[in-house]
């Protein structure tokens, strides 16, 4: 399993984008939440993927595959190895991964014709909503 392929499967899902984020770690991100990670530095590099309870605690059981730190009670895994699995089952686990992440991620902001975000003022509770003070 190859670096390339993992950043490429991981682009080729809606809305899917990448930045380098502490250090050397390049992260997938599916409208600004993190769905997979990819340790560079690391070598070999790591791989920490989101699954289900009950997948977790059978990949914990598997060697070279650990609860994530820090984020491992939230069912993230971090494989400590590329070769830890197959192709095909690291291609269904960063699925997997991402739909979880996804359907929880934020919705994106109603855009207006002109591009920009569509921002409607509130108002406060005993507050008016223009911030011009009245006319005496």
Known sequence: MSVDFIRDYCLSFPEATENLQWGEDLCFKVRGKIFATLALSALPQKLCL?????????????????????????????????????????SHLIRESYSLVAEKAPKRPKTTKAGRRDVTAKRVRGRPTSRKSPRK
């Open 50 to 90: 989101k699954c289900t309870p009950e997948v977790f605690a059978d990949l914990i059981e598997r060697p070279g595959i650990r609860p994530a730190p820090y984020v491992g009670r939230y069912h993230w895994v971090m494989l400590d190895g590329l070769d830890a699995l197959s192709r095909s089952e690291v």
